[in-house]
């Protein structure tokens, strides 16, 4: 399958599992899933096949009382001036992914080699370096409550208890199925989605330190990497938070590059 045939049929997929979230929730919904599939799947260049970065979240307010494009407010994060909370540290983590694989140098999985971020006139955020990059155009997004929410922080009672909903679980499974992600990073909290989406139990997966991304499981078959982090808005530094998953990474590097 070429990659343009590819982009069709995850642009199918997405529209039909969109409009079931819409038909589930009736109300104000995020429609997330891949931000950019050109993005995503590199598609100008046919012999390339860059590591599918899927970040699976809580929940989020979304900009209007109808059914949103998630991919709006991953676009052009810096629209709320509070962009950096979260978004900081997923740039930093996507970019250092995508340019050691590129590079095939472990410099990139280290924070303090990464660039210098960037705000354009746009409101996207970018690395200036040596050609201009948009990081979270590259990456899949994935909040487990969909519904708008004007909270200033989630309820994990209420976060958990979403995910238990059957027509969510189903929701989530298909999504994650036509993303098809290579490496998962779970900063929701929610052990139920990191033991699903992996098949197996959360006991399985290997404890691995107290900030940043605390355990992971790496399937051999399917060459999937499951990492199970910390919020990246949660009061971490970004030194401690990135390199904590690059540290996951490397451990796999051989794997990943397959």
Not at 30 to 56: A, R
Not at 88 to 97: E, L
Not at 113 to 141: G, M, T
Request: glycine residues 2%; charged residues 30%.
């Amino acid at each position: 399958m070429t990659k343009e045939e590819l982009k069709a049929e995850m642009e199918k997929k997405e529209s039909i599992i969109h409009e079931e979230i819409k038909n589930f929730y009736q109300k104000s919904v995020g429609l997330d899933g891949i931000v950019s599939i050109d993005d995503y799947l590199d598609i100008n260049n046919p012999d390339s096949n860059p590591l599918k970065i899927l970040w699976v979240l809580k929940e989020r307010a979304y900009p209007s009382d109808e059914a949103f494009y998630v991919r709006e407010c991953i676009k052009y994060p810096a629209d709320n001036p509070k962009w950096y909370k979260t978004f900081k540290k997923m740039c930093y983590v996507t970019a250092g992914i995508l340019e050691w694989q590129n590079s095939k140098d472990d410099k990139h999985l280290s924070f303090e080699n990464q660039f210098k971020l960037e705000v354009d006139e746009e409101h996207q955020v970018y690395y200036k370096s040596p050609q201009p990059f948009l990081p979270l155009n590259h990456i899949a997004f994935l909040n487990i409550k969909k519904l708008n929410s004007q909270k200033r922080m989630s309820n994990p009672v209420e976060i958990q208890a979403e995910y238990a909903k059957p027509e969510v679980k189903k929701i989530l499974r298909e999504q994650f199925d036509y993303i098809n992600p290579d490496i998962i990073i779970f900063g929701a909290h929610v052990t139920k989605i990191a033991e699903d989406f992996a098949g197996i139990s959360f006991s399985e997966y290997t404890h691995f330190g107290e900030d940043g991304a605390h355990d992971y499981y790496f399937d051999q078959k399917k060459n999937k990497l499951f990492i199970y982090a910390d919020h990246p808005a949660r009061i971490i530094s970004n030194n401690k938070y990135c390199n904590s998953i690059f540290n996951v990474i490397k451990i796999f590097k051989n794997e990943l590059l397959r």
